[in-house]
């Protein structure tokens, strides 16, 4: 097989968060048919593969993070056969499917958590990571280890007056990947979807998979709050809890497993955290023989100049090259709506999208950026994301000063509302007289695929044209990358080749910056701006990307 040319390393994935695309039954919930339903509408945009957030059995306190059943839909999202018609009609329609897998923890309604927690020596005892408190009287949690929330990840139990760990939110207890029995009933659940035909897996917060064999503290860290590039918060690092060399090397095993499955090969994308150098161990050293990438979320907290991202692009250029390939994303169902984030700039938003489905790696968008959706805004007391549950009694300023600075991660709601379809009441998500889960963003009468598609000028339509132009020239989803040097382009402008075109993207209000003689002659392939195709380049536009020839 020619490595460089299989199927992920060229396909534009969209993330659909199944509770919110579209609602196929009529309860205001998102549901497998709904989805069924809108795969045409996917390919039709142009996107090559699908990654769905979880749809398994659970009691939804973390809206299907928190699983209870990994072979069977939550009866809320459907039926088992409507998940094997769901891989069969992606499939039908040319779309590649990812399924989300939840390998850290299950929810604490799992069969195995209720059996683990009601004995000490119960079998499935040793299937989750148990401790004793420390002394006196084992009132204090084993040790100083804190959530990926920052909260005390220990949670005591009264009934064997232990404690057990908890990577993400106390009702997601860890399993413990260090029993074998634990690793043989995860495997099978991953040869059983292999099996049924998905074409590979989003790994949620794998870097979480093993914890301090020695159970030792966290070690002190200078830093109060998150951020991209590091774990740990409130002075204390995660180098005990997140990306130890165990977990690394637990990534080859998957792709071993993964792999055995060739026709067509798989595909595993990683959710880890870290700095781009150190999420990248996972994919192996010098072969990509551990996962096939990662997500790179630094990409969330770069300026939006050309100076930022030329050097961002650089930086992923360096530690990615073939074999590896970078992933390019902007948002998911857990951050701040990308448009939100860039102050609410549709001409941002349109240059955002040239240089995500133009530069080297596989661009990920998530449901409604392609026609720039924006944040919900949420009253505090009423946000249903369990992570917001600690913040509820904060006065509204500091809530929301909260959520700027750590981009929308204490309340997800905002960027979970409805997906918009249509000018109608609920914006055509579910029937105009039920109550969508969550309220649909008032902008939806404007924001929405149906208008949006009549617009070439809309975000909506940007997006079709860069994806168009991405299946008809292959350079852009397989030629290597190269920079122009900055002497090429005007300072606020970012340059690069693939193969025979040349993308040029205007980080600056101002039409026309300087030194476009390079290009003089050159014909404009694709434009942010609607009708510019098949033209001679004259210089470019405020905040307008092309791809010329
Ligand atoms: C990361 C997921 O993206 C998020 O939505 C979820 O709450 C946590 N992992 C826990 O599974």
Known sequence: MDTKTVWWKQASFYQVYPRSFFDGTGDGLGDLPGLIAKLPYIRDTGFDAVWVSPFFKSPQADFGYDIADYFSAAPEYGTDEDILHLIDQAHRHSLKIIFDLVLNHTSDRHPWFIESRSSLDNPKRDWYVWRDGRKPMGRKPPNNWRSRLG???????????????????????????RNPRVREAMFSVIRHWLQAGVDGFRLDIIGSIFEDADFRDNPFSPHLLPAEDRGGMFFQSSDR??????????????????????????????????????????????????????????????????????????????????????????????????????????DKMKLLAAFQLTVRGIPFTYQ?????????????????????????????????????????????????????????????FCPPEVQPWLPVCPDFREVNVETEARESDSVYGCYR??????????????????????GDTA???????????????????????????PFAGSTICVSTR?????????????WEGVVLR
């Open 491 to 517: 300072a606020e402008v970012l340059g690069y080749r693939r193969g025979g075109v040349t993308v040029l993207l205007n980080f600056s209000p101002q039409g026309r910056p300087g030194r476009p003689a």
């Open 368 to 428: 409604g950026e392609e026609i720039g959706m924006t944040q919900l805004e949420t009253d505090q007391r009423r946000c249903q994301d369990p992570v917001s549950f600690p913040y509820r009694r904060l006065p509204p300023f500091l809530f929301r000063l909260i959520m700027k600075i750590t981009g929308g991660a204490i309340c997800r709601d905002g960027c979970r509302s409805p997906m918009q379809w249509t000018a109608e009441t609920n914006s055509g």
């Open 530 to 542: 609607a009708g510019r195709e098949g033209k001679p380049f004259d210089g470019l536009g405020p």
């Open 151 to 177: 909260k005390r990840g220990w949670q005591y139990d009264e009934t064997t007056d232990q404690w057990y760990w908890a990577a993400f939110l106390d009702f997601q207890p860890d399993l413990n990947w």
């Open 465 to 486: 044209r860069f994806l168009d132009l991405r299946h008809r020239f292959e350079e852009l989803r397989t030629a290597p990358m190269e920079l122009l040097p900055p």
């Open 241 to 346: 809890t997140d990306n130890l060399p165990e977990t690394v090397a637990f990534a080859k095993d998957l792709r071993a497993l993964v792999d055995e499955y060739t026709d067509p090969p798989r595909f595993l994308v990683g959710e880890a955290f870290g700095t781009a150098g150190t999420v990248k161990a996972y994919c192996g050293e010098r072969e990509n023989d551990g996962l096939n990438t990662v997500f790179l979320f630094e990409t969330l907290q770069t300026p939006f100049t050309a100076p930022a991202f030329r050097k961002l692009t650089e930086r992923f250029e360096a530690l990615f090259p073939e074999p590896f390939t970078p992933v390019w994303v902007f948002g998911n169902h857990d951050r701040m709506r990308v448009l939100t984030a860039l102050g609410g700039h549709r």
